[in-house]
């Protein structure tokens, strides 16, 4: 008995079509086992090969937005570094007065025209450690930006390397996938659809190989009727 390979209706000796689908009937060739066994062979590895190439696009395509580069990529300024300097040489500034006071207070000199005179200097000292403490500011708050901008430049150039890495891939999987599936077409009328698997050419091969089906297309056909 035959049946259509697109639908598994019954057909007659005669139909040209299947009177169902209209799924062209195919002759098939005669084949020895030991041809219809490699054919088989060769279904069943690349189906295998599809299988894989299809698990690696599903992989690539997964992994491509973390590789995405934000639209506004955030880049840092050198206030955020300096302005706590600020506050430092506030601090720096008052602690240099109290060390000078207490010193001058531990002297015994309580003597007016000394008073005035060190008061000056503690002004004098005062301003020169807020100045020192603003120049160190000024000085490591670009170095601090321009290690972090670069960083994140290195960090967003890495992105972009992968990102490329992993379009080439698609692309070279998408050819290959296609190069396959064109390789597979040439079964399209000895095989349905139902059956272009791995595991379902393998039952056919097997069918083969033990003896129970003569050829591939009398084991396709043996498949078709024992689901």
């Known amino acids: 008995m035959k049946y259509c390979v697109n639908c598994h209706a019954e057909l007659r000796d005669s139909d040209d079509f299947c009177r169902k689908c209209g799924t062209k009937v195919v002759v098939h060739e005669a084949l020895t086992a030991e041809e219809s066994i490699e054919i088989a062979k060769s279904i069943e590895k690349k189906l295998r090969e599809l299988e894989e190439v299809n698990e690696e696009i599903s992989g690539c395509e997964r992994d491509l937005p973390r590789y995405t580069i934000p639209a506004n990529s955030p880049r840092h300024s050198a206030f955020k570094f300096f302005w706590p300097f600020l506050i430092y040489s506030q601090i720096a500034a ?44 000024g000085v490591y708050a670009p170095r601090k930006r321009n290690a972090l901008n670069a960083q994140l430049a290195e960090n967003e150039s890495n992105l972009i390397q992968k990102r490329y890495n992993i ?33 379902s050419i393998k039952k056919v091969r097997q069918y083969i190989e033990y003896g129970d089906a003569r050829d591939f297309y009398e084991a396709v056909q043996m498949y078709q009727d024992n689901k």
């Open 94 to 137: 008052l602690v240099v007065a109290l060390i000078a006071l207490f010193a001058f207070l531990g002297s015994g000199s309580l003597n007016t025209r000394y008073f005035e005179a060190f008061e000056s200097l503690v002004y004098l000292l005062a301003f020169i450690a807020e100045v020192v403490v603003l120049i160190i500011g």
């Open 167 to 199: 379009e080439s891939r698609l692309r070279e999987l998408e050819a290959r996938k296609n190069h396959i599936e064109f390789e597979l077409k040439k079964y399209d009328g000895h095989i349905p659809p139902s059956m272009r698997n791995v595991s």
